[in-house]
Each structure stands twice: as structure tokens, then as C-alpha cells.
């Protein structure tokens, strides 16, 4: 029999905003951070020349030619973005869910915010009928939309963007006169070997900002290493200037070993592209893995292609959910963090409906609790079959059908004592009793009723009533959302049910 593996694990309070790929670091990466740890010179905003030229190099070998001047390094890729908002100009908009850091940055900037949900097949980029719709609508209102952060390879729903749409959403970035803000930090997690990130920078080369992270690629997300490319051109020689002047009022600088391991990285030495091949397999054999299971349990789920996180829907079990006190994202969130022992994120943390049940589920912490077991997982050609991975997934599976299940049932009054039978009147069971249903004597086992096992096959549950609808249907197609800095809370506008 299969063993379940119940552990604890980082649970409410210690989940990430970023997930974890659960791997240990490189080797190469921490000789290299160890043999540059005596630097402690202040680092110089915006990154050393020598580790701007790796990321230009790195640009150069995906089809982005430049130089170093195009580029600068920051203290990961969420305070990269946070300078480059604040040195652009007009409000923001947002794919719907979105990443859990954009949000909050642009409330510290008093910029509004409009999100556009994404398209059923994938996350991180807007339906563009919906999102051209969004920005003429705000311009006859008064409204002032010139930022469009989109995230090909998507954190939280872990899909690529399919290079269809994203021409699409491109071109009416192109006709609207947006600046396009791509957030690749999982560029490089892709599933599939020899799929081809689809970049907006290849569609739109003089109006797109590209943002990087060493940390999801390399395994090294607590270094926090995160770059930009800009266009060569004036508005970009500008806007790298600002967003350099953000990094230095905030003295956010990527330390100086850090920095000397990033440029390694950024190199790609041929040791640390297979390891990162090797990694990438691991991921999608794990995710998909997860993703069978919450499919089996029950749970709407995109299939994932790139990064080591999940986005659930657990909306078709909203009555047992509602039974164990979960009925919007928070709530799923703390329950789920509870049942399973993973770093759960609800969806209100991604800019979603808070009253919907979805939350990101990271699949990094199934490859191993230790750097052996997860040295193991990244060596092996099937880590499936791996005993510690095994045990992961089936706690997951039995969690997931206890939720599924709800609660137990509260314990029924005590039977009745036995009362003697008439005299002269058979006892129950015997040969003249007489049995009015198919299949047997009075005393067979009855099918369909829990507990009493029928000897001609599997008895199964009578399904439970379905619960009563608990608000409004919702609307065909939704609307996008509002979040006014300064506003508070996130709300849909009037009229709109958060879908």
C-alpha cells in the first residue's frame, strides 16, 4: 500500500510570493557567490558593467541584440518592475489574475490600475477584443491608460501565452500607443524542449521593456538578481535613466557577489544549461503530475507549460468546501495551506474575484524536503517513481479527497434494541420471510446504501442532493476590473459579479 506522506510544511504564514522551485543552488553559482564574498564595496545602482554585458549577451542569444548600456540590474525582478512603473508615465493595465506584486506597487505610486480578464486557455495576457474595449472605454471617461504589463510565461497561472494571441494583444498595444512591460522571469521554466518563448519584444521592438530574473531559471530565488532590457532609442535611453534614478533614491543594488555569481549565470556556461534542462524536465513531469491530481478531485485547471505553479478553480466543490468554512479565496487559501502543508496563495492575492475559489498551488516543494532528495529528483528519468515524490503526491491526493468529501457527517442516534419476535410469528431472516426487492432474500445486503457490502459487485454512494446556487449566474462575459490608488479595497464596478 502506497505510503502518505502528512508532513507539515511552510504553511499560512510562511508562504511566498514567489514560488520555490525546490532545488538546491548550483554549485557553481555558490563557489562563484563564495570565492566574491570579501566584496563589500557598495554596489553602483543599476549593476556592474561587467554583469549589464552578460545580461546583454543573454538578450543577444534570444534574438534581442544590444549593449550594456540598454540594460540594469536590480534587487530582483519585482523592484526592477516597481522602477520601471514609477519612471513611465499614465495608469496601468493588467492581465486578470496577475502577478502578486504589481498591484501593491502601483497603489505606492498613485497610479489607478485596470484589469482585463485572460482568455480561458491561459493566463498572463488580456483577451484583446476585452482589452481594446478597456482602454477606449477609459479614454471617453477621462481615464489615462499607457501601460501594459504582460507575463508570456505566467506566474500565477504556470501557462505560456499562445504567439497567436500575443500578436494580437501586441497589435492593440501597437494602435493604442501603449508601452508594453513584459514580465519573463519564467521565460527559461518552459516545459516542452524547443518551444519558443513567444516575446512581445520580437512583435512590438521599439515599444517593449523586458524584465528578467535569475532566480526561478537558476534556482537561486533568494539571490534576488532581476534585469531589464530597453529599446535603443530615445524614449528608451529615458526611461532607463528614470528607473535607474528609482533604484538609486531606494539603494536598491544588487550586491556585489551577487552580482559576480549572476554574471556567471547570465554567461550560460554549458554545465548550467543542462542543469537547467534538466530542471525544466523535472518541473513539467511534477506539474503535470499535481495537475492530474486536482483534475481527479474535482478542480478546474489549465494545464501547465511553463514554471512550477498551478492556478486550481475549485468552484464545482463549493458546497463541501462551504461545509469546511471555505468560501472565497482567503478562506480556500488558509484551508488548503492547512490540508496539504504547501505555501498556498488565494486568488485575491492575484488581483482575481475574492469571492471566487482559486489559489495558486506551487509543485517545487514535491521534488524533495532535503537538498538529497531534490539532487535525486533532478537526476532521476523518473522522479515520479521516486519514493519521496510518491508519498508527496499521494498526501496531496488523499487531502484533496478529504476536502472533496466535506465534512463527516455528525453521528446518528443509537439503534434501537432488538425486540423479541410474536410467538408464533417467523424470525426475521428466516426461510418465511419474503424479500420484495431484486436480486435476493430479506436479509441480503442492500445495494447503494453505505457500509453494508452487496455480494454481486461495488456498492456505490447515492450521490448527495446538489447544494442550492448561492448567488447571482455569472455573466457572459466579464467586465474589467477597477483598483483605484488610494481606493482600498478591490471591487468590481457597479453591476459587474467579479467573474
Do not use: K
Amino acid at each position: 500500500m502506497q505510503e502518505t506522506d502528512r508532513t507539515p510544511r511552510p504553511a499560512p504564514g510562511a508562504a511566498r510570493f514567489v514560488p520555490d522551485p525546490g532545488l538546491p543552488v548550483p554549485a557553481e553559482l555558490a563557489e562563484r557567490l563564495a570565492a566574491a564574498a570579501d566584496d563589500g564595496a557598495p554596489a553602483p545602482p543599476g549593476g556592474s558593467r561587467a554583469a549589464r554585458t552578460a545580461a546583454a549577451g543573454y538578450y543577444e542569444r534570444r534574438g534581442l541584440p544590444g549593449t550594456a548600456e540598454q540594460v540594469l540590474l536590480g534587487p530582483g525582478a519585482a523592484t526592477v518592475l516597481f522602477a520601471v512603473l514609477a519612471a513611465a508615465e499614465g495608469n496601468v493595465l493588467l492581465p486578470r489574475p496577475c502577478g502578486p506584486h504589481v498591484l501593491p506597487q502601483a497603489a505606492l505610486l498613485g497610479r489607478d490600475v485596470h484589469t482585463v480578464a485572460a482568455p480561458a486557455e491561459c493566463g498572463g495576457v488580456p483577451d484583446p477584443f476585452a482589452l481594446l474595449e478597456t482602454v477606449r472605454r477609459l479614454r471617453a471617461e477621462g481615464g489615462d491608460p499607457r501601460i501594459l504589463v504582460l507575463s508570456p510565461a505566467d506566474d500565477p497561472t504556470g501557462t505560456l501565452a499562445e504567439p497567436e494571441l500575443l500578436h494580437e494583444v501586441c497589435e492593440v498595444a501597437w494602435d493604442e500607443h501603449l508601452l508594453v512591460v513584459s514580465d519573463e522571469t519564467f521565460r527559461d521554466v518552459l516545459h516542452h524542449p524547443g518551444e519558443v518563448f513567444p516575446g512581445p519584444a520580437e512583435i512590438l521592438p521599439a515599444r517593449t521593456v523586458c524584465i528578467g530574473d535569475l532566480g526561478p531559471w537558476l534556482a537561486v530565488p533568494g539571490w534576488n538578481a532581476g534585469f531589464a532590457r530597453f529599446t535603443d532609442d530615445e524614449p528608451g535611453r529615458v526611461l532607463r535613466d528614470r528607473a535607474l534614478e528609482v533604484l538609486a533614491r531606494l539603494r536598491a543594488c544588487v550586491p556585489g557577489p551577487v552580482q559576480a555569481a549572476a554574471s556567471l549565470g547570465l554567461d550560460e556556461p554549458r554545465s548550467l544549461t543542462e542543469r537547467a534542462a534538466a530542471a525544466n524536465r523535472l518541473h513539467a513531469a511534477v506539474a503535470s503530475a499535481v495537475h492530474h491530481e486536482l483534475v481527479a478531485a474535482g478542480a478546474m485547471c489549465r494545464p501547465p507549460g511553463a514554471g512550477f505553479q498551478l492556478y486550481p478553480d475549485f468552484a464545482s466543490l463549493r458546497p463541501a468546501l462551504g461545509r469546511l468554512g471555505a468560501c472565497d479565496s482567503a478562506s480556500l487559501e488558509r484551508l488548503l495551506a492547512e490540508r496539504t502543508g504547501l505555501p498556498v496563495l488565494g486568488g485575491h492575492h492575484f488581483g482575481d474575484d475574492p469571492a471566487a475559489l482559486r489559489a495558486r498551488i506551487p509543485t517545487g516543494p514535491f521534488n524533495g524536503a532535503t537538498e538529497q532528495q531534490q539532487e535525486e529528483s533532478l537526476d532521476s528519468s523518473d522522479p515520479l517513481g521516486l519514493p519521496h515524490v510518491a508519498r508527496s503526491l499521494a498526501g496531496l491526493r488523499a487531502a484533496l479527497a478529504d476536502l472533496a468529501a466535506g465534512p463527516a457527517p455528525p453521528p446518528g442516534p443509537p439503534p434501537p434494541p432488538p425486540t423479541s419476535p410474536a410467538p408464533g410469528s417467523p424470525a426475521p431472516g428466516g426461510p418465511s420471510a419474503e424479500w420484495t426487492g431484486p436480486g435476493g432474500p430479506a436479509d441480503a445486503p442492500v445495494p447503494g446504501v453505505p457500509g453494508l457490502a452487496d455480494p454481486g459487485g461495488p456498492v456505490e454512494e447515492a450521490p448527495a442532493a446538489p447544494a442550492a446556487p448561492t448567488g447571482p449566474a455569472a455573466p457572459a462575459a466579464p467586465a474589467p476590473r477597477e483598483y483605484r490608488a488610494g481606493g482600498g479595497e478591490f471591487a468590481p464596478e457597479a453591476g459587474e459579479d467579479g467573474g
